[in-house]
C-alpha cells in the first residue's frame, strides 16, 4: 500500500491504544515515532507540574520549539492526546481512535488509575473531546475517526492506513450517548466526585 502522507498525528484518549497503533504504522510507513508527553518531559518543554492531575503542564512556547524539532524528519507519526499542541502546518492528517467508554473505563480501572481520573478520561471520549479537539485545531478535512473497539491491532492498522493512503475524511463514526445507559453516566459523575 502506497501512502503518500509523511507527517501523521495519532489522538485520542488514554487507553483507546494509541501507542499500540502508533508505533505500528511507523513502523510500516519507515516514519519516526514520536510520543509527544515523553518528548515535552525530555526536552524541558514544560511550565510546571498540577499534583491534583499528577501530569506536567506543557509551555506556552511549545509549538515553536516543536515546530523546529520536527523539522529534522521527512516522516514522522507522533503520538498525543492533545494534537492541539502540533501546529497544523507539521502533520497532513490526525487520526482520532475511538473505544466504547465501557471498555475504556474497564482498561483504564486495570491500569490502576484513581477513580477520579478514570472517569474524567471516560467522560472526555463520551464527549467527544478529541475529536473535537482535532477539529478545531486542524479542520474536518484532515481529521479521520477509527472506532477501535472490538477489532485486533493488525484491523485498525489496515483501517488507518488504507484511509490515510485515500486522504479520506471520516468524522461522525460513533456516537457513544446513544449506546450507552444512564446508570453508566451516574456512576462517571459519582466517580468525578472521588480523589
Avoid at 514544560?46 to 512556547?61: L, M, N, T
Wanted: hydrophobic content about 40%.
Amino acid at each position: 500500500m502506497s501512502i503518500a502522507i509523511k507527517r501523521l498525528c495519532i489522538t485520542g484518549t488514554p487507553g483507546v491504544g494509541k501507542t499500540t497503533i502508533s508505533l505500528k504504522i511507523a513502523k510500516i510507513m519507515g516514519a519516526k515515532y514520536i510520543d509527544l508527553g515523553k518528548l515535552v518531559i525530555k526536552q524541558g518543554w514544560i511550565s510546571g507540574y498540577d499534583h491534583a492531575r499528577r501530569s506536567f503542564i506543557v509551555s506556552d512556547e511549545i509549538a515553536g520549539k516543536l515546530k523546529l524539532y520536527l523539522t529534522k524528519f521527512e516522516k514522522y507519526v507522533i503520538d498525543t492526546h492533545y494534537c492541539e499542541l502540533v501546529p497544523s502546518e507539521c502533520i497532513d492528517m490526525v487520526v482520532v481512535l475511538r473505544l466504547r467508554p465501557d471498555v475504556l473505563f474497564e482498561r483504564l480501572s486495570m491500569r490502576g488509575y484513581s477513580s477520579k481520573k478514570v472517569c474524567e478520561n471516560t467522560l472526555a471520549e463520551v464527549l467527544d473531546s478529541c475529536l473535537i479537539s482535532a477539529i478545531e485545531a486542524h479542520g474536518r478535512d484532515r481529521v479521520i475517526e477509527v472506532d477501535t473497539t472490538g477489532k485486533s491491532v493488525d484491523c485498525i492498522v489496515e483501517e488507518v492506513l488504507k484511509l490515510v493512503s485515500k486522504r479520506e475524511r471520516r468524522i461522525g463514526v460513533v456516537n457513544w450517548l446513544q449506546e450507552i445507559d444512564y446508570e453508566f453516566l451516574l456512576k462517571l459523575e459519582r466517580g468525578l466526585q472521588g480523589p
